[in-house]
């Protein structure tokens, strides 16, 4: 998960992406508890893996990357990864962007092009969504939805009428 952000206050505890229940889950924002403080993540069993220092009023591309199978957590940001092993618990069924209110983290800022995938990302993949962005689903062009259109109507009066 990740996204383009540009925070307005620095200090910690701000959380962009979470949906951390107090287990230490998944969570991605501005915490202290890493090397020193600035963008970090959650990496399980109470650890929070990170700093990179925040720059304020300037944009940054943030992303966490959390390999269940591998036990590893990668935090990501502008290019620059740090990862550190960890076994993250289930958290809510739920994400919160911009907040985690049950522990007063709330984000202060701008968060935009946010995304989520089902599949633990390498760092190629990080770059060329900071890169390109990310693909929107694709929609069908007009010509399929006018030919679905047609030919449900043909069948549909053929239905009635045959």
């Known amino acids: ?24 889950d998944r969570s991605l924002g501005i915490d202290y508890r890493g090397d020193s403080t ?9 650890n929070v893996l990170g700093a990179y ?16 199978n591998a ?7 502008n290019g620059n990864t740090m990862s550190k092993s960890g ?12 907040s985690n209110p049950g522990f007063g983290e709330y984000f202060e800022g701008t968060i935009d092009d946010v995304f989520f995938y ?8 990080l770059d060329n969504i900071m890169t390109n962005g990310v693909s929107p689903v694709p929609l069908p062009s007009s010509f399929v939805l006018l030919l679905t259109s047609i030919l ?11």
């Not at 036990?71 to 940001?77: A, F, H, I, N, P």
């Not at 449900?152 to 045959?162: A, D, E, I, Q, V």
């Open 1 to 24: 998960m990740g996204a383009w952000v540009k925070a307005t206050d620095g200090t910690p505890t701000k959380q962009i992406i979470s949906h951390d229940n107090g287990g230490y």
């Open 38 to 46: 600035g963008w970090s993540a959650f990496s399980g069993s109470g």
């Open 53 to 68: 220092p925040v720059i304020l009023n300037s944009w940054a591309f943030v992303a966490v990357v959390y390999d269940q």
């Open 71 to 77: 036990q590893k957590v990668t935090l990501y940001v």
């Open 87 to 98: 076994i993250l618990e289930n958290g809510y069924t739920f994400l919160r962007i911009g």
């Open 118 to 125: 089902d599949e633990a990302l390498t760092t190629a993949q």
């Open 152 to 162: 449900g109507f043909y069948g549909l009066r053929k239905f009635r009428c045959g």
